[in-house]
């Protein structure tokens, strides 16, 4: 049984894993504070919505809750003199389909860490667990080059043109035009501009690289000290 299931097991992680790691490098960018406090700061978004840092950071908060909870529609409420919903009902409609997409990207990424763990415990079990480190360098090599591809061509749209490749985008997961905002009244777009997203796509890209390179040379070290020549 486990002879069949192996080979199975180890395409499926040479496929899964470039996604698997861009998929958590998404999770630690996207509900990280940092990154919105960098936004506020980098593009002035205090000053062109007319909100404090404090107003900003709360609504962050709340958006990352909103993506993880169960909440069907967000309502962020702004308390003045006189509050005001922050959102109106065709921004709060395209957070819907936001958090959707968000959802299942993180549900991929738990399938995805199962069935990679899963054949590194078989393989652990099969092959004896000093033979592990080398096989995470292997998954790292072919998972890299079955996606360098898609990764470059990913890489020189946003270089050349981030506007078109955004659009690409939303266009692909989208099958609504919600996410066609207008950037003078909607504060979605306002406090997210696609500077916002190109920095935030960079950011998840670098860590990316970073992730990986640290999983193939802690492998390396270790798959060094097991098998010694």
């Given at each position: 049984m486990i002879k069949k299931i192996l080979?199975?097991?180890k395409f499926s992680s040479y496929l899964l894993w470039v996604p698997f790691i861009l998929t958590v490098s998404f999770e630690i960018i996207t509900?990280?504070?940092w990154i919105y406090e960098f936004n506020w700061e980098k593009n002035n978004i205090s000053y062109k919505t007319n909100l404090s840092k404090t107003d900003l950071n709360e609504a962050s908060d709340q958006i990352k809750d909103y993506f993880k909870n169960d909440q069907e529609k967000i309502n962020i409420v702004i308390n003045r003199d006189k509050s005001f919903k922050l959102f109106n009902q065709?921004?709060?409609d395209h957070m819907v389909d936001?958090?959707?997409l968000i959802k299942s990207t993180l549900l991929f990424e738990k399938i995805s860490l199962f069935i990679i763990f899963f054949y590194l415990v078989l393989?652990?079990?099969k092959k004896k667990i000093r033979r592990l480190s080398s096989i995470i360098i292997r998954i790292i090599h072919r998972s890299l080059l079955i996606w360098s591809g898609i990764?470059?061509?990913?890489i020189f749209g946003m270089i050349i043109n981030f506007n078109a490749s955004f659009v690409l985008f939303h266009r692909i997961f989208f099958r609504n035009d919600l996410w066609i905002l207008d950037p003078r009244n909607d504060y979605l777009l306002i406090m997210f501009p696609e500077s916002f997203f190109l920095e935030i796509s960079i950011t998840i890209i670098g860590l990316f690289a970073i992730i990986n390179f640290l999983f193939y040379i802690i492998a390396w070290i270790f798959n060094k000290k097991l098998n010694p020549r």
């Open positions: 080979p199975v097991l509900f990280s504070d065709r921004e709060i936001v958090k959707n393989f652990s079990y990764i470059l061509i990913i």
